[in-house]
């Protein structure tokens, strides 16, 4: 059973082998607090942010950053005016989940939007234990101007009604006076993941058809099994529209970010609108004690002249898909075609100026 999960189950699958190699019962422990580096200068910090966090994203509203990653066991909201000292600041649990149910364990990926004048905690989960072949996601609610402040009404299962197969990791896309959702999943007939999009209704609810917009194709993508495109996120700027996801085995050093390019102007639903990068455009460096890196986000500097990545990274080769995956964030500019340009990732332990304005 541990070879099946592990050609059907992306991110998930060394999480549910090492689990069933313990013996464990139900769903993953707390992540393992490890210490890391102190920084005592104000005007600059270190990577790793945090020494265990898998699939960082950030929101941004009224000053605030509201950080959150994968906690496996319940949904938590970090809030800060410094993403520099994130460190410093304690998480808020704000959802646990029922014990039993369609969505009782196996908490992956939350991303928080605020839409329509409330707050959306989208996230991916499944039934308690190590069957991790019914993943899928869901939205909370929440009327609060702080997301960490407030009720969380659950929504329930966003889904494509003409298409309900595993799926995880989803955002949110605003193009053309439109709202739409993006998300990995399977395609009923194999075990590869792909990137799909369809329209909202409303922000729990999807309409007309499911479009794939990208599956494995290139040798850098294709390295595992399971073979993966996962972890999508947008970035607008200058008439482009950039959707920038992860691929290839999250358990394998070789995890990169790879990335789509549209118009802004175009219909998202139209595959043809989207162009594929033919190189991933971030990936490890074993000189600088990255590997693995991926599952990102993107947000401003708090004074808006600064453009940040945020993503997990392991900190030496070979550590797998699990808790060592660890919160690092660094600064991006552009290239003259109007093209993000990450650059290398950043070496762990060394100080980075603070985000402009903190």
């Not at 265990?52 to 970090?78: C, E, M």
């Not at 043809?272 to 500097?301: D, E, I, L």
């Amino acid at each position: 059973m541990q070879q099946v999960w592990l050609v059907r189950l992306g991110k998930a699958a060394l999480m549910a082998g090492l689990v069933s190699a313990a013996g464990a019962c139900q769903e993953k422990s707390d992540p393992v607090v490890i210490v890391p580096p102190t920084t005592a200068s104000t005007t600059t910090f270190q990577n790793p942010l945090q020494a265990s966090g898998a699939d960082p994203f950030v929101a941004q509203k009224d000053g605030y950053y509201y950080y959150l990653h994968t906690t496996y066991n319940d949904l938590r909201i970090w809030k800060t005016a410094k993403m520099s000292r994130l460190r410093a600041t304690a998480g808020k649990v704000v959802w646990t989940p029922p014990a039993q149910g369609a969505a009782s364990g196996n908490l992956w990926a939350p991303e928080l939007f605020f839409l329509d004048g409330k707050w959306y905690l989208y996230y991916s989960a499944g039934p308690a234990g190590t069957d991790l072949g019914r993943q899928r996601t869901w939205v909370l609610e929440n009327a609060s101007a702080d997301p960490t402040q407030g009720t969380w009404i659950d929504r329930g299962r966003i889904f494509s009604p003409v298409a309900d197969y595993w799926a995880i990791d989803g955002t949110v896309l605003e193009q053309n006076g439109n709202r739409y959702f993006i998300w990995s999943g399977h395609n009923g007939i194999d075990a590869i993941q792909r990137l799909y999009i369809s329209r909202m209704s409303n922000p729990w609810t999807l309409t007309g058809p499911r479009v794939e917009l990208s599956h494995p194709e290139h040798a850098w993508e294709n390295v595992g099994p399971p073979y993966v495109n996962e972890g999508p996120e947008i970035l607008q700027r200058n008439g482009k529209t950039f959707l920038v996801y992860s691929a290839s085995y999250c358990g394998t050093d070789q995890y990169v970010l790879g990335m789509l390019t549209a118009s802004d102007t175009a219909d998202p639903l139209n595959p043809a609108s989207w162009t594929k990068s033919p190189q991933p455009v971030f990936g490890q460096s074993p000189a600088n004690r990255a590997y693995a890196t991926g599952h990102n986000s993107f947000f401003k500097s708090v004074d808006g002249q600064e453009d940040w990545l945020i993503y997990h990274a392991n900190s030496n080769a070979n550590e797998g898909c699990f808790d060592k995956r660890n919160t690092r964030m660094q600064k991006f500019g552009w290239n003259p075609d109007g093209t993000p340009n990450f650059g290398v990732p950043v070496a762990i332990n060394t100080n980075i100026l603070n985000p402009s304005g903190e």
